[in-house]
Each structure stands twice: as structure tokens, then as C-alpha cells.
């Protein structure tokens, strides 16, 4: 049982399988998205829907319309995007993670006063859009996402890593771990979490702890375990048929959430914890 001083792990998983293999581990909390190789966009109602049966922890849905390191978003895109909101949190999201931009770079007031409203008090995370904002005025950019209302600020330190970026993401948590989260996320993993934590004394961090899932058997001969008759704990499936334009490989290679990374992770995040 996780208490309220250890260092909680969040994974961002774009599957049912992904989802059961972080809840499981001991994440603390799911960041929900669809096509986590676009970035992540917004998840689909019934994998919510489905999760929410059976999954205790609080998940958190991603609102992204479309890939694209701008996240500068037409008036039809958010539209679109509240739309989403206002049906995924009447299915029981426990949260969002949203950022908008002007074409300066600068945060979107408007579009983000919208999501925030439309949330209806839910938890709202700022995502690494964060990270293509000005770093000269990060510290002013911060107190404009906590005056605006969100939770949390999902960053990598203005780096492709949170490794790379680990100095600039410590300096953030030191000025402003009293007035919102600061959690590092992007290539952390178990050979750098520790260093991580230490140098950044966060108390909260992303990852989505993936791993190749396995190449499956043939396609009549599918094979399905669950935990129960109702929830599929993962599946193995390929397909020795005629598939037209589409090579082996790209059938058989895709990335999941791997659970032996989850539980390493937080058990890296638990003897932190205890150390502090």
C-alpha cells in the first residue's frame, strides 16, 4: 500500500493490455492517449469506458486531436477536443492532460481557460508542450499554469529527456514544488530513475515503461489468458495469411507497457521514498 510521502509513478499507455500491465505493477495513476507513436492523442470513450470496470486507479485522458509538435489548435479542433472532454469525463475520467500554445510559443489563456472550465473541477495536467515555450521565461511560464488552474506540469526540462533536461527540471521543482507538481517524463527508465529522482527531488514522474511485445503465433491458433472471464490480460496473435501491402514485421512489432519495468521502476521509487 502506497503512502502519501512515496514517490508515485504515472504511465501513459494507449492500450488495454498497457493499462493492465501499469495497474498491476504499481503505477499510481494511468495518462490514457490512443497512438502513443504519434505522441499520444485522445483515447477512445469505450477503452475508458472498459477501463473504468475494472481498473481502480485514476486515470487521466489525454485531449490531442491530431499529431504535430505545435500544438497550436484551430477554434474546430478545440472544439472537438471539449467535445471529447465533456463525453470522457462523464464516463468517469479522473482527469486530463492538455496544452495549447500561440504561434509565439506562448501559453493559449483561452483554449486552456476552456478545457479547465469543461473539466469541472477534475485535476487538468499541462503536458511537454511546456517544453517548447520560451526557457528564458520558464519560472514566469509556470506561474501563468498555476494561475490558470492546473495541476501539474508534465516536462522533460526543455530536452528531448528528462535525463537531459534533469538540471533545468530540478531548478523548477525548487522554485515551485508548494504551488504545483512538477513531473519529469521522456526516456526515463530504470538505468536512470535514481539519478533522476535524487538530483531532481520529485515526487511524482511519468514513463511508459515499454518494452517489444512478443512475436505472436499463427493466426488460428490465437491464444487469450485472463485474470478473469471478463478482462483479457493480454493476447498473442499474428497472422500466417495473405495480407496484402502489408510486410511480416509491421505485424508483428509493437511496443506495450512491460510490467517487469513498472515494478522495477516503483520499487526504484519506493526505496527513494523511504530514504527521504
Same mark, same amino acid.
Given at each position: 500500500?502506497?503512502?502519501?510521502?512515496?514517490?508515485?509513478?504515472?504511465v501513459?499507455?494507449?492500450?488495454?493490455?498497457?493499462?493492465?500491465?501499469?495497474?498491476?505493477?504499481?503505477?499510481?495513476?494511468?495518462?490514457?492517449?490512443?497512438?502513443?507513436?504519434e505522441?499520444?492523442?485522445?483515447?477512445t470513450?469505450? @477503452?475508458l469506458k472498459?477501463? =473504468?470496470?475494472?481498473?481502480?486507479?485514476?486515470? !487521466?485522458? &489525454?485531449?490531442?486531436?491530431?499529431?504535430?509538435?505545435?500544438f497550436? !489548435?484551430?477554434?474546430?479542433? &478545440?472544439?472537438? +477536443?471539449?467535445?471529447?472532454?465533456?463525453?470522457?469525463?462523464e464516463?468517469? $475520467?479522473?482527469?486530463?492532460v492538455?496544452?495549447?500554445?500561440?504561434p509565439?510559443?506562448? @501559453?493559449?489563456?483561452?483554449?486552456?481557460?476552456?478545457? /479547465?472550465e469543461h473539466?469541472?473541477?477534475?485535476p487538468v495536467?499541462?503536458?511537454?508542450?511546456?517544453?517548447?515555450? *520560451? +526557457?528564458?521565461?520558464?519560472?514566469?511560464?509556470?506561474?501563468q499554469?498555476?494561475?490558470?488552474?492546473?495541476k501539474r506540469? /508534465?516536462?522533460?526540462?526543455?530536452?528531448?529527456?528528462?535525463?537531459?533536461?534533469?538540471?533545468?527540471?530540478?531548478?523548477?521543482?525548487? %522554485?515551485?514544488?508548494? *504551488?504545483? @507538481? @512538477? +513531473?519529469?517524463? $521522456?526516456?526515463?527508465?530504470?538505468?536512470?530513475?535514481?539519478?533522476?529522482?535524487?538530483?531532481? =527531488?520529485?515526487?511524482?514522474?511519468?514513463?511508459?515503461a =515499454?518494452?517489444?511485445?512478443d $512475436?505472436?503465433?499463427?493466426?488460428?491458433?490465437?491464444t487469450?489468458?485472463?485474470?478473469?472471464?471478463?478482462?483479457?490480460?493480454?493476447s498473442?496473435?499474428? &497472422?500466417?495469411?495473405d495480407?496484402?501491402?502489408?510486410?511480416?514485421? *509491421?505485424?508483428? &512489432?509493437?511496443?506495450?507497457?512491460?510490467?517487469?519495468?513498472?515494478? %522495477?521502476?516503483?520499487?526504484? $521509487? =519506493?526505496a527513494?521514498?523511504?530514504?527521504?
Open positions: 500500500m502506497s503512502s502519501s510521502k512515496d514517490i508515485k509513478l504515472e501513459c499507455v494507449d492500450s488495454i493490455a498497457s493499462a493492465i500491465a501499469a495497474a498491476e505493477s504499481g503505477a499510481a495513476r494511468l495518462e490514457l492517449c490512443s497512438a502513443l507513436s505522441g499520444g492523442l485522445t483515447p470513450i469505450g @477503452i472498459s477501463l =473504468k470496470g475494472f481498473i481502480a486507479i485514476p486515470i !487521466y485522458c &489525454m485531449l490531442r486531436p491530431r499529431s504535430g509538435d505545435d497550436i !489548435y484551430t477554434d474546430y479542433e &478545440m472544439q472537438a +477536443m471539449l467535445t471529447d472532454l465533456d463525453m470522457l469525463r464516463q468517469g $475520467a479522473d482527469g486530463f492538455f496544452g495549447s500554445l500561440t509565439t510559443r506562448s @501559453i493559449n489563456v483561452k483554449q486552456c481557460q476552456q478545457v /479547465l473539466a469541472q473541477g477534475l495536467t499541462f503536458h511537454r508542450a511546456f517544453d517548447i515555450t *520560451d +526557457m528564458t521565461r520558464m519560472q514566469e511560464t509556470v506561474r499554469i498555476v494561475e490558470l488552474g492546473f506540469i /508534465l516536462t522533460s526540462g526543455f530536452k528531448p529527456s528528462a535525463h537531459e533536461g534533469i538540471e533545468y527540471i530540478a531548478q523548477l521543482i525548487a %522554485k515551485n514544488h508548494r *504551488d504545483i @507538481i @512538477i +513531473m519529469p517524463g $521522456a526516456g526515463i527508465r530504470v538505468g536512470n530513475l535514481e539519478e533522476i529522482l535524487t538530483t531532481t =527531488k520529485c515526487i511524482e514522474f511519468h514513463s511508459s =515499454k518494452s517489444k511485445a $512475436a505472436p503465433p499463427a493466426c488460428n491458433n490465437i487469450l489468458t485472463a485474470s478473469d472471464n471478463n478482462v483479457i490480460a493480454s498473442n496473435l499474428s &497472422m500466417d495469411c495480407v496484402i501491402s502489408t510486410s511480416r514485421q *509491421d505485424l508483428l &512489432m509493437y511496443e506495450m507497457t512491460d510490467a517487469n519495468v513498472v515494478r %522495477k521502476l516503483v520499487f526504484i $521509487a =519506493k527513494m521514498s523511504e530514504k527521504n
